[in-house]
């Protein structure tokens, strides 16, 4: 018989498996305990495999890929990083090379690895060499 203790590990591990995103940044969890201990319980799960450090602050549910048999992000990396971002505070809003695309003027089908945001952004999002750059768009 498994003892279930409400122990801070098992309330995060909780949260990440009930949670319907994929992507957490670290005051999702500012809540349960202080910065130290909640860092020390998601150190932990990256060492497990079960989350991937996307950023400083920024973590995503991991698993395990077929082919290299190591741990990867459940969703894309733009979906990711723009649940982050929404999660911040930072408002999206469709890029200029996206805007072109989808209104015809472009045939050049955009990256997704560019997000339109409404302020400046200084965190740095991405996984294996491949990061999220940003785009001032005006508000309109």
Do not use: H
């Amino acid at each position: 018989m498994r003892i279930i203790t409400n122990s801070l590990e098992n309330k995060i591990r909780y949260r990440i498996n009930r949670s319907k995103y994929s992507s957490f940044i670290l005051s999702d969890f500012s809540d349960l305990s202080d910065r130290d201990q909640v860092l020390r319980v998601l150190r932990k799960l990256i060492s497990e495999n079960k989350l991937i450090r996307l950023g400083q602050g920024v973590y995503a549910r991991a698993k395990i890929s077929t082919i290299t048999n190591k741990p990867i992000p459940e969703k894309n990396l733009r979906a990711l990083a723009i649940t982050a971002l929404k999660k911040s505070g930072i408002r999206i809003f469709p890029t200029r090379m996206e805007n072109e695309y989808n209104e015809g003027r472009s045939t050049q089908v955009p990256t997704g690895l560019v997000i339109g945001v409404n302020k400046r952004v200084s965190r740095k999002i991405g996984f294996n060499e491949r990061y999220i750059k940003y785009e001032k768009v005006s508000q309109s």
